[in-house]
């Protein structure tokens, strides 16, 4: 085989063996291979002594604006509107491929780094966050859907173009799926979920888009529809569809309820969700209702990192105090929205998401040796409470070791900073 | 001089130049003794080189239980009866001097090595933890608060006994602080508030409690003293002594106004109160009041670090969403709270918190080269937005650097762990 792990902790996500210790874990190819107690007859081309390390399946990152980190820090502490309209939007309209293609790299690179094996992007210029993705070799779901405003909407469209080049370059590709949707319903119109439905359905693409973000955000639905997004969403026909939907924070039962019939994911970014004010997600509901719950970053603009593990933590923190019960939603919820659900969520639930032989290798290694993970009553625990992206040293994608011993092999990320520091200087000074 | 730190970027926490490039600081004795955009002409034995790298003032715990890092992860996702009276009580109760010793020193190990320069502790075998937190080089106020569930005090209680074993030990010493003070107010009584407040009278010591942690504790206060833990503790008398109160997340306006008026110190404490579902401190209140606002991690059992940058960054992001309003609090509060609030609350507030010449060394440098912290609009903003506690590569305390490239200088910190868990194997199992 290609890789052995050896007398590591294995975290497989497996209800039945949920942690196994001192194992042996192989990898060959794209694929799982090994996974016991013994160690395999079969020599490995490479062995890595996991003495004092964790292994646990790749994070999920289900909703991004990945080259957003050009505007890390650009405009914090102010109202949703100073900052969107005032500041993060001016500075997009400043950008251009090669400064989002730079700008995407860096942000793949940190979560790689933080054990993120997986994607799921919406930002303009999209081909270029592909092209990045590709090369850098993360799995992305990667779209540009478009940003209405007005009611102006033709085949001209900037993310009309885009999706066709990344359907043309990318069918098929194991690492990068197209995907389409809106930016939102309440900014979108009929003729845009006309063309979403259709071309979703000619080229069998999930659809992404954000999701009652906030009150204005569902106000606006109820005043142009008389119905709030989820029903929209539903009576629009675009719920035939896989569907990843940000935020979805402001809900109502009956919207809740269409989640789970229609088997739509929920993307769920609390740190972007109170950086910006815009409420609590009701995971420990949406939970309740059967619903497949993911986790996610948003853009570093408002959050600043994409360190899943933040997301991990907070996402059930906050649902222990809004329900008043810290026995609500565990530190095994929050690392099965970040690992299984996600991979659910991206379309690849029976192949990905678990460490089990027969599945894809996504993995991340964690040193378990620092002191802020010692003494170890309980791993999981540790992962989800206690660990950062600091503690991963090793992430694997569909069998390829991307980052090792904190080092990505091939890339000069002195450069890569370099490179940023000089687009956003020019660009965005 | 002793330091030189050069071509580095110093976080001052001086309103009128909170930020200098480029800069130099020199350290000679405790003190800093040098900061301009030029060298200074005298030398130094020891030169950092600062390119890419980030001074801030050292972080201020003002409310740990440090030796809980034993019991890390040893019981989550429980409700507050069942976490505390099911398994950390009976935990507890098993915990000896060597136990306590050993686990003090690896959670005050972590805390120098996220950049805290100092911790305010309440646990028992506190002389114990006195001798961990004098060897290692961290400042901490230490003390053991009579926990009188019923009304059984008797000046042989252990607390007793410890504080004038710390008085004894530690009067006038330039790093540990003794204290006195009650576990709380609802679950003590006259007698020992009477006790605490002539012996911090006799001896000129801090009082440290927790104060309205829960609703809970807050109705038992009412009922049996008709009175708000506030109104209670003015009217024992013992605010006439500085107080650093833990939690405060229940507070009237009455309880505010009285908090302002005696100068009482908040140490607030959102991972916790969050984990174990007691609400969220009302900082943004506090603050508009007038009131000294700053963070603390808890016991790791509730949290489950010792890092304060997940602190600064989630209170003021709790308090984001808690007034709806997403430019309430910012970056610059938040450090602020952590340092040179911190400092005021420990009673050193004139020397110490602000990186000027004068003020005692105390410090942390963070590698600004890491991807998280690039690009960097606004360098306040990714200390609290961005950065974690393993960003930290060297921390100063009062002039002595006691961790330096990501090192403790003498300490076998894998001895260290060895021993911590090998207790932990022999009490708790």
């Known amino acids: 085989m290609d890789t052995l792990f050896q007398n590591i902790t294995v975290i497989t996500m497996d209800p039945a063996c949920p942690v196994m210790e001192h194992a042996y874990l192989g990898v060959h190819g794209e694929k799982i291979v090994w996974l016991s107690k013994d160690a395999p007859e079969e020599p490995s081309a490479h062995v890595i002594d996991g003495t004092g390390k964790v292994l646990i399946p790749g994070l999920q990152n289900t909703h991004t604006h990945i080259a957003m980190t050009a505007l890390r820090g650009y405009a914090d502490d102010q109202t949703l509107t100073e900052w969107l309209f005032g500041n993060i939007l001016p500075a997009e309209a400043k950008m251009n491929n090669d400064l989002v293609y730079h700008a995407a790299r860096l942000g793949i690179l940190e979560a790689l780094a933080s054990g993120t094996t997986s994607i799921c992007d919406m930002y303009f210029h999209s081909p270029e966050i592909a092209r990045a993705a590709k090369e850098l070799g993360i799995r992305a779901h990667v779209g540009n859907p478009p940003f209405e405003l007005g009611d102006g909407f033709s085949m001209e469209d900037r993310s009309v173009l885009e999706t066709e080049e990344l359907i043309r370059d990318y ?184 460490l089990l032989p027969g599945y894809e290798a996504d993995l991340a290694m964690l040193d378990f040796t620092a002191p802020h993970l010692n003494p170890c009553h309980n791993v999981i625990s540790h992962v989800v409470y206690a660990a950062h992206g600091s503690d991963v040293e090793l992430t694997m994608v569909r069998g390829r070791t991307v980052y090792e011993n904190r080092r990505f092999p091939g890339i000069d990320m002195a450069e890569e900073i370099r490179r940023v520091n000089e687009l956003v200087a020019k660009y965005l000074a």
């Open 171 to 354: 069918a098929d590709d194991p690492l990068i799926t197209p995907t389409i949707g809106v930016h939102a319903i309440h900014n979108s119109n009929p003729a845009v979920w006309r063309w979403v439905n259709d071309m979703a359905e000619r080229h069998d693409l999930p659809v992404v888009l954000h999701l009652s973000e906030t009150m204005p955000d569902v106000e606006s639905s109820l005043a142009k529809y008389g119905k709030t997004p989820t029903v929209a969403l539903r009576d629009s026909g675009m719920l035939a569809r896989p569907v990843t939907a940000a935020h979805c924070v402001h809900l109502t039962d009956e919207d809740i309820a269409i989640m789970k019939e229609y088997g739509l994911s929920v993307a769920s970014c609390p740190v972007s969700n109170l950086k910006l004010a815009s409420g609590i997600a009701p995971l420990a509901r949406l939970k309740e209702a059967g619903v497949n719950i993911t986790l996610a970053t948003d853009g570093v603009a408002s959050n600043n990192t994409l360190d899943l593990f933040e997301e991990m933590k907070l996402s059930v923190l906050l649902q222990k105090n809004l329900t008043g019960d810290a026995s609500a939603l565990s530190a095994w919820d929050a690392l099965t929205f970040a690992t299984v659900n996600g991979n659910i969520a991206m379309g690849r639930g029976e192949r990905c998401g678990r």
